[in-house]
């Protein structure tokens, strides 16, 4: 089963445009969603959100002793553990900046950026980005995590500008998307509300006091190499993961960006995210962060209740809900050859398209 396929049926470009305008006309509700949720799905677990941070904690240390001694052949699966245990880092510090993995804010704070500093994300900087595209997911110009390119903007960049993002996602480099998002959009704390830079300031500041302790010490001996195998390595595995669970979660060729006086907030957080299975391994060490649709019901809802959450909207919802799919090498070649551009109102269409209608 493809991502391009709503309840088992391949559908033609016309279909999928009327598909869209009805989802858009919908006057389905979000609040009615959230009711007919168990309100155990609300419910925070201090021992669950505990032993799933300890447990991060462990598989990290773990990756980082099997990445210590193995031989250079196993280095390659040492990089893969140890950057998906990593990404576990980060949902944990994901629960921590939608307040769910404690109920007082300071835990959450606290236990946000010591996550989330190994990562070099400023953790009140991505929290408050992250929480506008919750706001504003599948909308189209608004939503500031992975969104479409329209044609009109794409004509209006440079050649250079044109020929890399042709190449980025022609060339099926997906995987790096996150390393661009995390150095243009984090860092600068003028980019924020006045209310807001306080928080960004300190977070930034946090990171980087992290940096200018560990990196030299790690240098310092393990030499050049070792900061490369111990640390950016690992965290271009991190956003290998990133990357792709980002894309993947809004990304079909059937999935509507909608214009705002089109957009339907309850459909757009349904219809327009997408449950994908990955490994098992893949589940167990990211904390279910991928049994996605349920996250953007409500980001109340703790992670480790995401599954029982899903199960009820499967069963109460499920005629709204995209297809599943599951997390392969022909599934990001399908998304990469058909997500390129995005007309409005339309839908999706590959740079050959555009180029055959100049």
Same mark, same amino acid.
């Given at each position: 089963?493809?991502?391009?396929?709503?309840?088992?049926?391949?559908?033609?470009?016309?279909?999928?445009?009327?598909?869209?305008?009805?989802?858009?006309?919908?006057?389905?509700?979000?609040?009615?969603?959230?009711?007919?949720?168990?309100?155990?799905?609300?419910?925070?677990? #201090? $021992?669950?959100?505990?032993?799933?941070?300890?447990?991060?904690? /462990? @598989?990290?240390? =773990?990756? %980082?002793? &099997?990445?210590?001694?193995?031989?250079?052949?196993?280095?390659?699966?040492?990089?893969?553990?140890?950057?998906?245990?990593?990404?576990?880092?980060?949902?944990?510090?994901?629960?921590?900046?939608?307040?769910?993995?404690? #109920? $007082?804010?300071?835990?959450?704070?606290?236990?946000?950026?010591? /996550? @989330?500093?190994? =990562?070099? %994300?400023? &953790?009140?900087?991505?929290?408050?980005?992250?929480?506008?595209?919750?706001?504003?997911?599948?909308?189209?110009?608004?939503?500031?995590?992975?969104?479409?390119?329209?044609?009109?903007?794409?004509?209006?960049?440079?050649?250079? $500008?044109?020929?890399?993002?042709?190449?980025?996602?022609?060339?099926?480099?997906?995987?790096?998307?996150?390393?661009?998002?995390?150095?243009?959009?984090?860092?600068?704390?003028?980019?924020?509300?006045?209310?807001?830079?306080?928080?960004?300031?300190?977070?930034?500041?946090?990171?980087?006091?992290?940096?200018?302790?560990?990196?030299?010490?790690?240098?310092?001996?393990?030499?050049?190499?070792?900061?490369?195998?111990?640390?950016?390595?690992?965290?271009?595995?991190?956003?290998?993961?990133?990357?792709?669970?980002?894309?993947?979660?809004?990304?079909?060729?059937?999935?509507?960006?909608?214009?705002?006086?089109?957009?339907?907030?309850?459909?757009?957080?349904?219809?327009?995210?997408?449950?994908?299975?990955?490994?098992?391994?893949?589940?167990?060490?990211?904390?279910?962060?991928?049994?996605?649709?349920?996250?953007?019901?409500?980001?109340?809802?703790?992670?480790?209740?995401?599954?029982?959450?899903?199960?009820?909207?499967?069963?109460?919802?499920?005629?709204?809900?995209?297809?599943?799919?599951?997390?392969?090498?022909?599934?990001?070649?399908?998304?990469?050859?058909?997500?390129?551009?995005?007309?409005?109102?339309?839908?999706?269409?590959?740079?050959?398209?555009?180029?055959?209608?100049?």
């Amino acid at each position: 089963m493809t991502t391009t396929s709503i309840k088992n049926e391949t559908f033609g470009r016309d279909e999928i445009n009327r598909t869209s305008t009805d989802l858009g006309n919908s006057d389905l509700r979000l609040k009615d969603i959230i009711k007919s949720l168990p309100k155990e799905c609300f419910q925070q677990n #201090k $021992r669950k959100a505990w032993t799933r941070a300890l447990a991060s904690v /462990f @598989m990290v240390a =773990l990756s %980082y002793f &099997f990445l210590a001694i193995a031989p250079w052949y196993l280095l390659p699966l040492a990089w893969i553990f140890t950057g998906t245990a990593l990404t576990g880092f980060f949902v944990i510090g994901h629960d921590c900046g939608h307040r769910s993995f404690a #109920k $007082r804010r300071w835990v959450n704070d606290l236990v946000g950026h010591l /996550f @989330m500093m190994p =990562l070099i %994300y400023p &953790f009140h900087s991505w929290r408050i980005k992250h929480n506008y595209h919750h706001k504003h997911t599948n909308k189209l110009d608004e939503d500031n995590a992975w969104h479409p390119i329209r044609p009109e903007v794409f004509s209006l960049w440079d050649k250079t $500008r044109q020929f890399a993002y042709e190449g980025f996602i022609s060339n099926r480099l997906w995987w790096v998307g996150s390393v661009g998002h995390w150095a243009v959009v984090h860092f600068d704390w003028r980019n924020f509300k006045t209310k807001d830079q306080s928080s960004i300031k300190l977070s930034v500041a946090v990171v980087a006091l992290f940096a200018a302790v560990v990196f030299p010490t790690l240098i310092a001996t393990t030499g050049i190499w070792g900061f490369v195998k111990f640390w950016v390595i690992p965290w271009l595995g991190y956003h290998f993961w990133m990357s792709t669970f980002t894309i993947v979660h809004h990304t079909a060729a059937d999935v509507p960006f909608k214009v705002a006086d089109k957009w339907n907030e309850a459909l757009a957080q349904l219809s327009g995210t997408i449950h994908c299975d990955y490994p098992a391994w893949v589940e167990f060490l990211c904390h279910d962060i991928n049994v996605h649709v349920p996250h953007h019901i409500s980001t109340a809802i703790p992670s480790y209740n995401l599954r029982l959450a899903y199960n009820s909207i499967k069963e109460n919802w499920g005629d709204y809900l995209h297809d599943e799919c599951q997390f392969s090498w022909s599934l990001m070649k399908e998304i990469t050859d058909q997500c390129q551009l995005y007309t409005t109102d339309v839908g999706y269409k590959s740079f050959k398209e555009y180029y055959a209608e100049q």
